[in-house]
């Protein structure tokens, strides 16, 4: 089966999202907090909010990310 154009466009803006949360996330100590929302604004470079959600929760159930309440941070 073939993928199509639209589908591979989708899945390198997720990886780009993907690796921009992870860079952003790490510009803060490792004992620093972010709101999920604050590091998906600041990670946020014209991606649809549909890839950036899939990039971001796919971060989240891989525990990358420590999530405590609403905050999130890089999993130490």
């Known amino acids: 089966m073939t993928t199509d154009r639209a589908s591979e466009h989708l899945e390198r803006e997720i990886e780009e999202a993907r690796q ?18 604050e590091l998906k604004d600041h990670a946020r470079n014209g991606w649809s909010a549909g890839a950036m959600n899939i990039a971001f929760r796919s971060l989240v159930n891989e525990h990358v990310f420590e999530i405590k309440g609403d905050r999130i941070r890089l999993h130490r």
């Open 20 to 37: 921009a949360l992870l860079d952003a996330a790490a510009e803060r100590s490792a004992e620093e907090w972010w709101h999920a929302y």
